[in-house]
């Protein structure tokens, strides 16, 4: 059994910063790579970020680069994302998901590389 959760969500103004956590845990679990999705109301589901265990590589979708930072936590299968410079357009439930799939090529940026889905954290920002 394998659990993942988020934390870190709320409402915050354009312009100002939030800081989402992330962690997976259960017996024998072990990721190769964690990512962070949203969804926005009536959109699909979409990439924002992931990192790479071995050797911490990091990737972003273009909407994101430059703003959000994807990173370590301090715990095994943990992971932040911290958002600067938010905009009304980031507005959407953030899920946590990790992979127990490795792959040398991968930057983990499609939904289906992952195995296990937090319930999601709502970050709304408003103008």
């Known amino acids: 059994q394998v659990q993942v959760g988020e934390s870190g969500g709320g409402l915050v103004q354009a312009g100002g910063s939030l800081r989402l956590s992330c962690a997976a845990s259960?017996?024998?679990?072990?990721?190769?790579?964690m990512g962070w999705f949203r969804q926005a109301p009536g959109k699909e589901r979409e990439f924002v970020a992931s990192i790479r265990w071995t050797g911490g590589r990091t990737y972003y979708a273009d909407s994101v680069k430059d703003r959000f930072t994807i990173s370590r936590g301090s715990a095994e299968n943990t992971l932040a994302l911290q958002m600067n410079s938010l905009k009304p357009e980031d507005t959407a439930v953030y899920y946590c998901?990790?992979?127990?799939?490795?792959?040398?090529?991968?930057?983990?940026?499609?939904?289906?590389?992952?195995?296990?889905w937090g319930q999601g954290t709502q970050v709304t920002v408003s103008s």
């Open positions: 259960g017996r024998t679990f072990s990721s190769y790579a």
């Open positions: 998901a990790a992979s127990v799939y490795y792959s040398v090529n991968s930057y983990y940026t499609r939904a289906s590389e992952y195995n296990y």
